[in-house]
């Protein structure tokens, strides 16, 4: 099993720039890929980014510009570095690890509010 736990949510203002961190602890050697969804209010969950083991990075049309995913390895960390937020950027962010033979793990969400 493995276990995700997001931080660095809060409230900024249009323009401005969060940056979410996910820290995963138990079987980390059967992570392959990492990212994060997020979820507006009233909305269904859809991907934003991803990163795999081997470094590839991937974005949703939606962030691709303005978000940077990052990982190390060393750490078991995965940060969304979030630039340039807009209001429709506003909703609870949530990291996920793809696991060899177990699936997808899931963090608790963490919530960016992006006020106009």
């Known amino acids: 099993q493995v276990q995700l736990v997001e931080s660095g949510g809060g409230l900024v203002q249009a323009g401005g720039s969060l940056r979410l961190s996910c820290a995963a602890s138990g079987s980390v050697s059967r992570i392959n890929a990492m990212g994060w969804y997020r979820q507006a209010p009233g909305k269904q969950r859809e991907w934003a980014a991803l990163t795999t083991s081997g470094g590839i990075t991937n974005y949703a049309d939606s962030v691709k510009g303005r978000f940077t995913i990052s990982r190390d390895n060393a750490k078991n960390t995965v940060d969304l570095q979030m630039n340039s937020l807009k209001p429709d950027d506003t909703g609870v962010y949530y990291c996920?690890?793809?696991?060899?033979?177990?699936?997808?793990?899931w963090g608790q969400g963490t919530q960016v509010t992006v006020s106009s």
């Open positions: 996920f690890a793809n696991v060899v033979m177990n699936g997808r793990s």
